[in-house]
């Protein structure tokens, strides 16, 4: 497949309102390179990167991020759409969500064919009592390591362990998903729509 991947959010600013605008400048600048170069190890062929705001999706107009969408999806034409799973415990996540349903409305001439939710570690099993409950699994065998080299890069995003988004942690998933299906590793996903 040829993958492409889109950040809406700056993913920095709710973190700490006590830093000075360079530093924040010089940290948004880093975190972006980080998720380009991540994505790089991944055999990602491009990703687009958008700023609104952190944990603050609901303070934008819906339709805004819809466009944003929807002017990806013109070029791109994407037939396979992994995103949010809708009940993810953050905010910009479930906005996330609904906007990629509703940029894809299954009208004649929608390219995409299969929409997919992933689970997101400390986002997806933290909305408890909501739980995930994947129905597709993808063996990652021969490629959990390029996952892990990603999330080396993206240092952001990455939390010492016992965190669930720590590289243990994430490994421990891809164990116990697998395990799940009699596989070494595996990758869960929520199907949402598939068109065959």
């Known amino acids: 497949y040829k993958a492409y ?16 605008s360079n530093k924040r400048e010089s940290e948004l600048k880093e975190l972006k390179n980080q998720a380009i170069e991540a994505n790089k ?4 062929s491009d ?15 819906l339709l805004d991020i819809i466009k944003v969408i929807e002017n990806i999806k013109k070029e791109v034409k994407p037939y ?16 996330t969500y609904r906007a990629v349903i509703t940029a894809s409305r299954p009208v004649c001439d929608e390219t995409v064919k299969e929409i997919y939710s992933f689970e997101l570690p400390s986002s997806t099993e ?6 995930f409950s994947p129905d597709v699994f993808f063996d990652v ?6 996952k892990l080299k990603a999330m080396e890069i993206y240092g952001s ?16 998933n891809a164990e116990y998903r697998g395990m799940q299906v009699g596989l070494r590793y595996a990758e869960a996903f929520k199907s949402i ?4």
């Open 157 to 172: 995003e990455l939390r010492a362990f016992p965190h669930p988004r720590s590289l243990d942690g994430i490994r421990l």
């Open 141 to 146: 065998n021969s490629t959990l390591e390029y």
């Open 5 to 20: 991947t889109l950040i809406l959010g700056e993913g920095l600013t709710s973190r700490d309102e006590q830093r000075d």
């Open 126 to 131: 933290w909305n408890y009592p909501l739980s």
């Open 47 to 61: 990703t687009y990167i958008y700023d609104f705001p952190d944990n603050r999706f609901d303070t934008v107009p």
């Open 193 to 196: 729509r598939v068109v065959r």
């Open 80 to 95: 396979l759409i992994f995103t949010h799973y809708g009940t993810d415990l953050n905010i910009d996540h479930q906005i």
């Open 41 to 44: 190890v991944l055999g990602v």
